[in-house]
């Protein structure tokens, strides 16, 4: 008997909730540093994010590209160079990604708890934290699916409830005041926030991948894909700007724990304990998830040859977990590696690293879409609205290059060096795919 397919609202509503995950618990803190100037970034990176969402989303409605994932995109235009350094780029991505939401969810742990913790003592949480996530999968996708449906409401409540309430206790003077305390240009003011608004929205490339579940995919793939993603920037702009408008910037770019202090403010101090136990919780449950993707990624790329065989391994519960352990000690590395005086630069240093090399295989597969339609094309397939799409792909690849820039000078060098590194790794094992070998 067929499967019964989604509705072209219930995929939305899927996407939707992909990405109102753990990025968004620190944004009020990282956009206040800024100003609330920083709402100008927001229409950018929402413009950007959508094209980004459009084209992946025109990607996976051809079938031969979805099996291998946005590798296979890629191949069709770079080859399997291509393929390997969005595996690659990615999967190092995620690593940082991970890092980041650990230090996130030992800010709110810390500030619920009231401790002053040491740069030292973030570390030391921040692994512990990842040890909870990584032995945590050892049970199976199962298990952590389940785990990650349930905790990520604990962000969707309060986030939400802020984004359509918080405007009771909104203050225009406080927002007003709050607008561009460090007297940045117009320029200055969108590019500082850039990297930080983008970071909410990575997770978009797989919202295309139940494009198989879906009726008319084709049609109602990209539909879904476009209102889910406008529909979480909608509540990502009105919760960080409602925020901004009712804590000054001064306080909530110093807090490791900004909707607490949120709620604190406008409720009570229990309420303000509640959702930071309630957003701890929900980055533990994020983080559940993304250590098992992450070692998916790694056992993908093991299969298809370009990492190491132990990635392949997995346990009788069907989870990679030599390969998790492996990247755990990877994590508690790079913990040590960006170390900061605060919780606050450490997580913006790890975030920018993994929008950097996030925004590598971005890049490829916007570069890449040409060419898979053509292939499209000379297969006899219609490919309606072609010229419209590859300009979208266009703007797409600008706003990737531009986010790069915004991310700095030193994590883009640092970024480019992760890349050139790769680029070694393969010369080390192209030869498996060229046919000749010794």
Request: glycine share 10%.
């Amino acid at each position: 008997m067929e499967k019964r397919k989604m509705s072209v609202f219930q995929l939305t509503i899927i996407t939707m909730v992909n990405m109102l995950g753990s990025g968004i618990i620190m944004l009020p803190a990282k956009l206040a540093a800024v100003g609330s100037i920083s709402v100008l970034s927001w229409l950018v990176t929402l413009t950007g994010a959508m094209s980004l969402a459009y084209i992946y989303a025109r990607l996976g409605t051809y079938g031969h590209n979805r099996k291998n994932g946005m590798g296979g995109y890629s191949e069709n235009t770079f080859g399997k160079f291509g393929n390997f350094l969005i595996n690659y780029s990615y999967g190092i991505s995620l690593i940082f990604a991970n890092v980041a939401i650990a230090v996130a969810a030992v800010g709110y742990g810390s500030t619920f708890l009231g401790w002053d913790l040491s740069s030292t003592d973030i570390v030391i949480w921040t692994i512990i934290i990842l040890l909870i996530a990584t032995f945590a999968n050892y049970w199976g996708p199962r298990v952590t699916g389940r785990i990650g449906s349930v905790t990520v409401w604990f962000v969707i409540i309060p986030v939400g409830f802020i984004a359509i309430f918080g405007w009771f206790w909104f203050s225009g003077h406080t927002f007003a005041t709050s607008w561009n305390p460090h007297h940045l240009n117009l320029w200055s003011g969108i590019t500082e926030s850039v990297p930080i608004t983008l970071w909410s929205f990575l997770g978009l490339e797989s919202a295309a991948s139940n494009s198989d579940a879906v009726e008319n995919p084709e049609r109602n793939v990209p539909i879904a894909v476009l209102g889910g993603t406008l529909a979480a920037g909608i509540i990502y702009i009105l919760s960080t700007n409602v925020a901004q408008g009712i804590i000054g910037h001064a306080a909530l770019a110093k807090s490791n724990a900004p909707f607490g202090l949120v709620y604190a403010s406008i409720l009570s101090p229990f309420f303000g304990k509640l959702v930071m136990a309630m957003m701890t919780i929900s980055c533990i449950g994020a983080l559940l998830g993304w250590q098992f993707t992450i070692s998916e990624n790694f056992r993908v790329s093991a299969v298809a040859g370009y990492f190491p065989k132990f990635f392949k391994l997995v346990n009788a519960h069907g989870a990679p977990f030599v390969g998790m352990l492996t990247i755990m000690i990877i994590e508690f590395i790079l913990s040590f590696m960006t170390i900061n005086p605060t919780l606050n630069e450490q997580f913006n240093q790890l975030v920018n690293l993994a929008v950097v090399l996030n925004l590598v295989p971005y890049l490829l597969c916007m570069a890449s879409l040409k060419v898979t339609e053509v292939n499209q094309m000379k297969l006899g397939c219609e490919v309606p609205f072609h010229r419209t799409t590859m300009f979208i792909a266009f703007i797409a690849g600008i706003y990737s290059i531009y986010s790069m820039y915004a991310c700095g000078i030193d994590i883009l060098a640092a970024g480019s060096l992760v890349v050139f590194f790769g680029m070694l790794v393969y010369g080390l094992i192209a030869d498996r795919f060229t046919g000749f070998t010794l």
